[in-house]
């Protein structure tokens, strides 16, 4: 038994002339949709500052463009809850989502409240990508310089 190698040049197999790949055309790798954007809140009990908080979120939406979709929800006190916004966008086949928390200080519900909320939105969907984004001051402020406005915490 011999290996083909052992074969002269003209008995061996031969391949067609456009097998290279740089032959082929070119195909681009559809592009990966931009991550959801989630504005965490605390909540209010008055409607209106839960109406002001959806409308940053739209501004911040609008100067994003087609950036990605940007969803205001709430640890508490308004809707949509965190773990409402996050079924909602899962369900709409979004698996890869930014979490941004919009509070002022880094107490208790940043630290508890919201990893908790986000680990619970987790459960069960191995492929839901969230990204928690540090609750920070000056990053609460540039969202407010983003959309050409002045920061409340200075």
């Given at each position: 038994?011999?290996s083909?190698?052992?074969?002269?040049v003209?008995?061996?197999?031969t391949?067609?002339?456009?097998h290279?790949?740089d032959t082929?055309?070119?195909?681009p790798?559809?592009?990966?949709?931009?991550?959801?954007?989630l504005?965490?809140?605390?909540?209010?009990?008055?409607p209106?500052?839960?109406d002001?908080?959806?409308?940053l979120?739209?501004?911040?939406?609008?100067?994003?463009?087609d950036g990605g979709?940007v969803?205001?929800?709430f640890l508490?006190?308004?809707?949509?809850s965190i773990l409402?916004a996050?079924?909602?966008?899962?369900d709409a086949?979004?698996?890869?989502?930014?979490?941004?928390?919009?509070?002022l200080?880094?107490?208790?519900?940043v630290k508890n409240?919201?990893?908790?909320?986000?680990q619970a939105a987790?459960?069960?969907?191995p492929?839901?990508?969230?990204?928690?984004g540090?609750a920070?001051r000056?990053h609460f402020?540039?969202m407010?310089?983003?959309?050409g406005?002045?920061?409340?915490a200075?």
């Amino acid at each position: 038994m011999s290996s083909w190698t052992s074969l002269p040049v003209s008995a061996r197999p031969t391949l067609p002339p456009d097998h290279r790949s740089d032959t082929l055309p070119a195909t681009p790798a559809p592009a990966a949709p931009a991550p959801t954007v989630l504005l965490l809140g605390h909540g209010a009990r008055d409607p209106e500052g839960a109406d002001e908080y959806r409308a940053l979120a739209a501004d911040v939406a609008a100067r994003l463009g087609d950036g990605g979709a940007v969803t205001p929800c709430f640890l508490e006190l308004a809707e949509p809850s965190i773990l409402d916004a996050l079924q909602a966008a899962y369900d709409a086949g979004v698996r890869d989502a930014l979490a941004v928390p919009c509070f002022l200080f880094g107490a208790g519900h940043v630290k508890n409240g919201l990893p908790t909320a986000i680990q619970a939105a987790r459960m069960g969907r191995p492929d839901l990508k969230i990204r928690y984004g540090a609750a920070r001051r000056r990053h609460f402020c540039l969202m407010f310089r983003l959309i050409g406005g002045n920061c409340p915490a200075g």
